[in-house]
């Protein structure tokens, strides 16, 4: 039985779809999920069998935190980056959410690494620190 070029080509069209489908299809489940945690990261299709995390376009500005609390936070995130294995935490901006909690990035040579910090009283020097991550994405 003879198959012709026009077939495969076809075929090789519709399984590549398939897997672009499969892609995208895990894409929004997981930014579904993101969205619902308040989540300030997404995921993006890569290629057609992977996908990568970046961060929402958002708006950069100063702590709203008082420089006593700020230090506390850039303690915290110290210790838990060298945790990591990476020895320099610095910090090259701080991204709001709506909700008000921040989003605080950190200079790196390989994609971007982040904390997103929340603060009970962000006046209060003994305000309860909420810190999550680092969270790994890129750029």
């Not at 376009?57 to 915290?76: E, Y």
């Not at 935490?89 to 040579?109: I, K, P, T």
């Amino acid at each position: 039985m003879k198959i012709s070029g026009a077939l495969i080509l076809a075929l090789v069209v519709i399984v590549a779809g398939c897997a672009d489908t499969s892609i995208n299809s895990s894409v929004e489940q997981a930014n579904k999920q993101m969205e619902a945690k308040g989540s300030p990261f997404r995921y993006v299709a890569q290629d057609s069998s992977s996908m990568v995390l970046t961060m929402l376009p958002l708006p950069a500005g100063p702590t709203k935190a008082i420089p006593a609390l700020a230090q506390q936070v850039q303690d915290l995130i110290a210790r838990e980056e060298q945790k990591k294995g990476r020895s320099t935490a610095l910090l090259e901006e701080v991204r709001h959410l709506q909700d008000g909690r921040e989003v605080w990035v950190l200079q790196s040579l390989s994609g971007g690494v982040a904390y997103v910090v929340s603060f009970s009283d962000p006046s209060n020097a003994k305000s309860h620190i909420r810190l999550s991550g680092p969270t790994t994405y890129r750029k």
